[in-house]
């Protein structure tokens, strides 16, 4: 027993200052992305940890801060499908030239790992095209997809897809969807595709291309039975699509459609399905409790819709996310679970922490804080590519 006791007080010292290096250990590069050692950690980890993902479904709720989630949390009887969620994480949403990031930066950030300025799509701070995990899917053999509540050449689904200087460059953005072979497409902004100032009609070279395509003026999106042997494109607005709460329906149904219908496209070889709730942001913007609270409902059943998928499946990962947080949203003194007393500090956004939510194999990546550069990464880890 003696000798026992001599032993540990021998060992423990010993043990307890010996220093594991992990990934939270590891440095950044300036850019906020991080080093290539870091990125071999987590290849590392992934294949050290067994099953990997052959889907991954990226949601991201435009704008949606923990105040936005909360306040949705309440007006929905207290509950969320959010709450299913075993991994919680936080993401640093900074842009390379700004604190207070914007969706352009913050989308570019999630798609190619790379901090840039605010209002860039898909480029690095020298306006360098950098390839997106949208592009790299397709490259892989992976099917793809992008959905939005806001036209489909808004932000952050352009960010998956296009290299342009600026946000605003819808038609250039619109080009550059012909660009790649992605299966699936839903979102407004019909007009950028059908009525462009240079006179092409990109409608009909999607058609020539061997897409369905298909809109609001046509048919119902919910009436629409799509080949599964065409890749499918479907415009829900000639411009921004309605809030949910003036009738917009479609959002739930496409993302259940979504995962389906990419599953069965890609066979053995996985999808990779970017999600937009985009108007979440917008009620920020406006300073409109309601809007903000709708839009979040909408996208929380959306949610609901893509785990129902991924938990039957078994080999999907899912990860909710937001860019920023919009509005400075808080709930103040005297507010109830049916009557939110609400305030604002701006009409922009923030530069709060944002969560990050994570399901399915692969999940464990998404704990902690760090980048929201990281998320780019720890997908790529996920999947396991290197």
């Known amino acids: 027993?003696?000798?026992?006791?001599?032993?540990?007080?021998?060992?423990?010292?010993?043990s307890c200052n010996q220093k594991t290096t992990t990934i939270k250990d590891r440095p950044i590069n300036e850019d906020g992305s991080h080093t290539t050692e870091d990125v071999r950690n987590m290849n590392r980890w992934s294949m050290q940890t067994g099953k990997k993902?052959?889907?991954?479904?990226?949601?991201?709720?435009?704008?949606?801060?923990?105040?936005?989630?909360?306040?949705?949390?309440?007006?929905?009887?207290?509950?969320?499908?959010?709450?299913?969620f075993p991994v919680i994480g936080l993401h640093k949403c900074y842009a390379s030239n700004k604190l207070v990031t914007d969706s352009a930066a913050g989308a570019t950030a999630f798609a190619c790992g790379v901090k840039t300025y605010n209002g860039a799509i898909g480029v690095n701070p020298d306006t360098v095209a950098v390839k997106t995990i949208l592009?790299?899917?397709?490259?892989?053999?992976?099917?793809?997809?992008?959905?939005?509540?806001?036209?489909?050449?808004?932000?952050?689904?352009?960010?998956?897809?296009?290299?342009?200087?600026?946000?605003?460059?819808?038609?250039?953005?619109?080009?550059?969807?012909?660009?790649?072979?992605?299966?699936?497409?839903?979102?407004?902004?019909?007009k950028y595709f059908d009525r462009r100032k240079d006179g092409k009609?990109?409608?009909?070279?999607?058609?020539?291309?061997?897409?369905?395509?298909?809109?609001?003026?046509?048919?119902?999106?919910?009436?629409?039975?799509?080949?599964?042997?065409?890749?499918?494109?479907?415009?829900?607005?000639?411009?921004?699509p309605l809030p949910v709460a003036q009738g917009r329906d479609y959002l739930v149904p496409a993302s259940d459609f979504a995962v389906d219908f990419l599953d069965q496209k890609a066979g053995e070889d996985g999808f990779f399905l970017m999600i937009e709730g985009s108007q979440i942001d917008w009620g920020?913007?406006?300073?409109?409790?309601?809007?903000?609270?709708?839009?979040?409902?909408?996208?929380?059943?959306?949610?609901?819709a893509?785990?129902?998928?991924?938990?039957?499946?078994?080999?999907?990962?899912?990860?909710?996310?937001?860019?920023?947080?919009?509005?400075?949203?808080?709930?103040?003194?005297?507010?109830?679970?049916?009557?939110l007393v609400t305030a604002f500090t701006s009409d922009y956004h923030t530069a709060d922490l944002i969560p990050v939510f994570a399901y399915g194999p692969g999940a464990e990546?998404?704990?902690?804080?760090?980048?929201?550069?990281?998320?780019?990464?720890?997908?790529?880890?996920?999947?396991g590519w290197e």
């Open 1 to 14: 027993m003696k000798y026992l006791s001599f032993l540990l007080l021998f060992i423990l010292p010993y």
């Open 53 to 84: 993902p052959k889907n991954i479904v990226l949601m991201i709720g435009d704008g949606m801060g923990i105040t936005q989630i909360t306040a949705g949390m309440y007006a929905n009887k207290n509950k969320l499908y959010l709450e299913k």
């Open 135 to 190: 592009e790299e899917a397709e490259q892989k053999g992976l099917a793809t997809g992008l959905i939005a509540t806001s036209t489909i050449v808004h932000a952050t689904p352009a960010s998956f897809i296009a290299h342009v200087k600026q946000r605003k460059m819808y038609e250039d953005i619109a080009a550059d969807f012909l660009k790649t072979d992605i299966e699936l497409f839903i979102g407004g902004g019909k």
């Open 201 to 240: 009609n990109l409608y009909k070279a999607l058609q020539s291309k061997g897409y369905a395509v298909s809109d609001y003026f046509q048919s119902d999106f919910t009436k629409l039975t799509p080949s599964y042997n065409q890749n499918f494109v479907y415009f829900t607005a000639d411009d921004d």
């Open 284 to 304: 920020g913007h406006a300073n409109k409790s309601d809007y903000i609270v709708s839009e979040m409902i909408d996208f929380d059943r959306a949610i609901g």
């Open 306 to 339: 893509v785990l129902d998928f991924a938990e039957q499946d078994g080999e999907t990962l899912v990860i909710v996310t937001a860019d920023h947080e919009t509005g400075g949203f808080a709930i103040q003194p005297g507010s109830t679970m049916d009557s």
């Open 365 to 383: 990546l998404f704990g902690g804080i760090y980048e929201n550069t990281a998320i780019y990464n720890k997908m790529r880890a996920a999947y």
